[in-house]
């Protein structure tokens, strides 16, 4: 069954804004196809009348401001009741997902089949409530909004170079109308639709919630007036529907308080998370600019701390600049260079990745680190060796994106086996998921860490072979 036509009304989606021991905000936004304001939300009795947040074309989206008390168990909407955690301190569960979506045809798979994992990530939470959900990146796969315009067409191979301004704000409209359909066809779907209404999201793009490859490509089409128009519609609407902000909100929700970088920081109790942006800034020769780096350098980490860090690509990863040198030099293979251009491990990047890595080792001396990571459509983990010990990598990839060959998997855990270490002393070894013999598991799937009695530890959900054995994340973890 395709995907009918969104409701009149979607949402609510939640927003995570902050947990202390007054208890949890969150912003909450419900998107409808009309100019009616939506029902009030209540929290224990209290009841939050919306504000109108932005006028669409074709809809009208309103936002909640809203804090529930440690010892509120949800809210109520429109007739329903949806159950919210917010007490963060003690025992806590967060969810990751990342890679939702795939590059041709998303919006018109069987919604059963595309949203098999995100049903059985909604059966888990009834048993066991997530405090929250973060989404690691490839939200959603933007890859056909540039199609039916004639600027944009032939993106990014064959760009216009000098279009008039009346045909860049037709392109403007008709992108902004691919990226509104694609986000509440995406978000509207009944499973990811509850999860975030009781769940509240953090969010960090990766590329496909701009365009395949974005920052990796040719400059002369990510500098464009059509590339600039695309990155300019692109991040619009993910403020809009990944964080339930727009522009003004920037200096509020993010570290740069002018938005060259969108690379967020949180804390709850005893966990900061922090998610550096590597699409804003990103070009050929660099990964972040100067606002992203300033925000990864004055992250320091409380002792005793648990950092939990989102890097959309993985940090920890096989020598992949083998296969790059290899690349370069066969022309066919320019579209796998690019994609190899968006790893951290790429040539291009390796004093980047060598300073990223420094960093995380000096969060380590405070408390464990647990760098959590998507794009690959596979499941897998990594550890990077350190004095206190070691830096875990785990992979969650993809929710809806179904997983390559299991020949593919098998090749990249070959490649795996060489090994890698960009800082002497530092050996990286990528490691099959607990339960798993192969490296790297071609299975969709996502994952669920949990805070039991102080202690860590993680399991995959994979397709095919179920949840995973816990992995434990805490030094002295029993
Ligand atoms: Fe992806």
């Known amino acids: 069954m395709p995907h009918t036509s969104p409701p009149t009304q979607i949402g609510p989606f939640l927003y995570f804004r902050a947990s202390d021991a007054a208890g949890v905000a969150v912003d909450a936004i419900v998107i409808r196809k009309d100019t009616t304001p ?13 504000h109108l947040l932005v006028q669409l074309p074709a809809h009208t989206v309103w936002r909640y401001r809203l804090t529930l008390p440690p010892e509120a168990t949800g809210y109520r909407f429109d007739g ?8 963060h301190a003690g025992d806590l569960r967060i969810g990751f997902v990342s890679c939702n979506g795939e590059e041709h045809g998303d919006l018109t798979r069987p919604e059963p089949e595309r949203n098999v994992m995100w049903h059985r990530l909604l059966e888990q939470h009834r048993k066991a409530p997530m405090a929250l959900l973060v989404q690691g990146g490839d939200q959603i796969y933007a890859d ?9 067409e032939n993106w990014p191979d064959d760009v216009p170079l000098d279009p008039g301004a009346e045909d860049l704000a037709d392109l403007e409209a008709h992108l902004s109308r691919g990226f509104i359909d694609r986000y509440l066809t995406v978000l509207g779907a009944a499973a990811p639709a509850r999860l975030m209404a009781e769940v509240p999201s953090l969010a960090i793009w990766d590329d496909h919630d701009i365009c395949d490859g974005w920052g990796s490509l040719r400059q002369q089409a990510t500098m464009s007036a059509v590339g600039q128009c695309l990155f300019r519609v692109a991040r619009r609407f993910y403020l809009l529907f990944q964080h339930g902000a727009v522009e003004a909100d920037v200096p509020d929700l993010f570290l740069d308080a002018q938005g060259y970088s969108l690379s967020w ?17 990103r070009r050929r020769r660099q990964v972040m600019g100067i606002p992203g780096w300033r925000a990864i350098d004055e992250t320091r980490l409380a002792a005793g701390d648990h950092m939990i860090l989102v890097s959309s690509v993985p940090l920890l990863g096989p020598r992949l600049s083998l296969v790059e040198g290899l690349m370069m030099s066969i022309p066919k293979m320019q579209k796998y260079e690019d994609d190899l251009r968006d790893q951290w491990q790429s040539r291009a990047h390796r004093a980047e ?35 206190p010990g070691p830096v875990h990598q785990l992979v969650a990839s993809g929710i809806s994106h179904r997983a390559p060959s299991a020949g593919y998997a098998r090749g990249l855990g070959l490649l795996a086996g060489l090994g890698e270490a960009p800082l002497a002393d530092h050996p990286i070894r990528i490691l099959p998921v607990p339960g798993q013999k192969r490296r790297y598991t071609a299975e969709r799937n996502a994952l669920v860490l949990e805070r039991v009695d102080g202690t860590w530890s993680a399991r995959w959900h994979l397709e095919s072979s179920g949840i995973t054995p816990p992995l434990e994340l805490s030094d002295g973890a029993r």
């Open 265 to 281: 920081r949180h804390h709850l109790p005893g966990v900061t998370l922090l998610a550096p942006d590597l699409r804003s800034e």
């Open 353 to 387: 990745w060598q300073r990223m890595l420094r960093r995380v080792l000096e969060w380590r001396k405070a408390g464990p680190v647990t760098v959590i990571s998507g794009e690959i459509h596979l499941a897998t983990r990594a550890e990077m060796k350190s004095a």
């Open 38 to 50: 939506p029902a009030p939300i209540l929290i224990q009795d209290t009841s939050h009348a919306p």
């Open 144 to 152: 056909e909004v540039t199609d039916g315009h004639p600027l944009s």
């Open 80 to 87: 329903d009741t949806y159950r919210v955690t917010a007490h």
